[in-house]
């Protein structure tokens, strides 16, 4: 018997000392890994946010690029874009024009132009324009322009890309404007001074026009105004008259008179409104006109072509 | 001491099991870790080429902006009074 239970506890004893370290190692063994498992979860945990940072930064970095190769596209492409601002721009001013027309919006609107020039003066007329953050349209001629008519010292030539550049119509007032010597002789003869003015004006600006106003208003044409309207119509001219005026084609004595004049021709809620870029007179009242028209919600604004007071 | 005996065997049965699901685990962890890694090692590789060509990029765009200066001047001058009138209508 004694035998029997001393071999058991052996056994016993063996069973203990095999399984106990092994016990032990599995323990150890365990947590070993059990951390290592907790030590990678978290640096999986760090680095998906990682990931996801840099995938955020990468995507914004790929939308950035985006922008800046549109931005460049768009640069490359700037004539282009400057064209489809302009007939944009001018497309609004026709729905613009219309709600003027049908009392749609509490506006009016004033096409200031100016007629004969461009004259040396019309650096200073341009300066205010500026100023005041006012685009008008210029019924330009040719003839007697370099050097300026009224600074011999000074050429006129170069004014006609400056009013263009600052956003002005360039309209067609013809090359010569000599009503008294042939203009008005014939048909031809007056496409003929149309056609070298709009010819001028494609060279200095690199623009095409397509306004014209005849010299001396639309009746002085006579016999022949039909006929003229149609072959400016013909090769896609409007042309316009205008519907106000201070009187400086003829004599002003003074701003005031020039002011009051215009005042007493203002009554319309589309107005185009004559002046001449040579007057000194309206050079002077000029800033007052502005204010003026701008205080009784006159719009100023530039010609275009599919503008109502456009005639075709 | 029977049970004692019983629990001796099964435990390191218990302990075997658990370390291999704990083995598993590290090995299966270490693996997503080294996809992360190599994910996010990925993203640098490209962000660094990007970075390149955006900065190429911007040197073009800074070059066409001062080339074409008047003229995008002319641009936004264009989009301005446009956007004028729009508010007018508004």
């Known amino acids: ?16 000392f095999i399984t106990i370290p092994l016990i032990i190692i599995l323990i150890i063994l365990n947590i070993y890994f059990i951390k290592n498992v907790s030590d990678l979860k978290s640096t999986i945990k760090t680095n998906t946010n990682l990931k996801e940072k840099k995938e955020i930064e990468y995507n914004n970095n790929l939308v950035e690029i985006k922008k800046t190769e549109e931005e460049i596209s768009k640069i490359k492409n700037i004539d282009n874009e400057i064209i489809n601002a302009k007939n944009q721009y001018y497309q609004t001013l026709k729905t613009f024009e219309d709600k003027v027309a049908n009392n749609e919006v509490d506006y009016k609107i004033a ?22 953050d006012v685009r008008a349209t210029f019924f ?28 002005h119509t360039m309209a067609n007032h013809t090359y010569s404007h000599l009503i008294f010597y042939g203009l008005y002789s014939s048909t031809e003869s007056f496409m003929s001074q149309v056609k070298k003015q709009e010819q001028l004006i494609k060279e200095k600006t690199g623009l095409t026009t397509n306004i014209v106003r005849f010299p001396g208003g639309i009746n002085t044409s006579k016999h022949l105004k039909n006929s003229i309207i149609e072959q400016l119509r013909n ?37 185009v409104v004559l002046f001449h870029d040579y007057n000194y007179i309206t050079l002077s009242a000029l800033p007052e006109v502005i204010e003026y028209l701008r205080s009784e919600n006159y719009v100023l604004l530039p010609l275009f072509y599919d503008s109502r007071m456009v005639n075709k | 001491m029977k049970y004692i005996k019983i629990c001796l065997i099964i435990i390191p049965i218990l302990l075997t099991i658990l370390l291999g699901k704990n083995i598993y685990d590290y090995f299966e962890n270490k693996k997503i870790s080294q996809e992360k ?23 073009e765009l800074e070059t066409l902006k001062e080339v074409n200066k008047e ?12 956007n004028e009138i729009v508010e007018k209508m508004a």
């Open chain 1, 1 to 16: 018997m004694d035998k029997m239970e001393q071999r058991n506890s052996r056994k016993n004893g063996l069973i203990f």
């Open chain 1, 111 to 132: 096409y200031l132009t100016f007629d004969d020039g461009p004259y040396n003066l019309t650096h200073q007329f341009l300066e205010v324009l500026q100023n005041y």
């Open chain 1, 140 to 167: 330009t001629i040719g003839y007697n322009k370099e050097p300026c008519f009224d600074d011999r010292s000074k050429s006129c030539a170069d004014l006609y890309a400056k009013e263009a550049s600052l956003g």
């Open chain 1, 235 to 271: 090769n896609g001219y409007g042309w316009v008259d205008w519907t106000a005026s201070n009187g400086d084609g003829g004599y002003v004595p003074n701003k005031e008179t020039a002011i009051n004049n215009l005042k007493k021709t203002i009554n319309e809620d589309i107005e």
């Open chain 2, 37 to 59: 890694l190599e994910s996010i090692n990925n993203y640098d590789n490209k962000l660094n080429s990007d970075l390149t060509k955006y900065n190429d990029l911007n040197a």
């Open chain 2, 71 to 82: 003229k995008i001047m002319e641009y936004e001058r264009w989009i301005k009074w446009n």
